[in-house]
């Protein structure tokens, strides 16, 4: 299984960005059976939760992008996203796809986000 992140850049304070997550290879599992989540690690800082769905679409959010960042699946497309609007600088750091289940779970690579005027 690989997990491919991509969508990351610049964009100055109060912009968006687009970040998708491409789900490949063979699991043994449905791509529909996975939580996917997103990280992100900034410069200096230990890896936090950002967001995540479930399978059955339930969504959330950490404190501090709730209200700003929106994640979404498309199943047939094996793919996860996360837009992301009202741009912080503190938003910067690269940002990771995650597939979880019970019984494994898949990181991609990371992209970078820079938020920065």
């Known amino acids: 299984v690989q997990l491919q992140a991509s969508g990351g850049g610049w964009v100055q304070p109060g912009g968006s960005l687009r970040l998708s997550c491409a789900f490949s290879g063979f699991s043994g599992r449905l791509f529909s059976t996975y939580t996917m989540r997103w990280y992100r690690q900034a410069p200096g800082k230990e890896r936090e939760w950002v967001a995540s769905?479930?399978?059955?679409?339930?969504?959330n959010y950490e404190d501090s992008v709730k209200g700003r960042f929106n994640s979404s699946r498309d199943n047939a497309k094996k793919t996860a996203t996360l837009q992301m609007n009202s741009l912080k600088s503190e938003d910067t750091a690269v940002y990771y796809c995650n597939a979880y289940s019970p019984w494994g779970e898949y990181w991609g690579q990371g992209t970078q986000v820079t938020v920065s005027s």
């Open positions: 769905i479930t399978e059955g679409s339930i969504r």
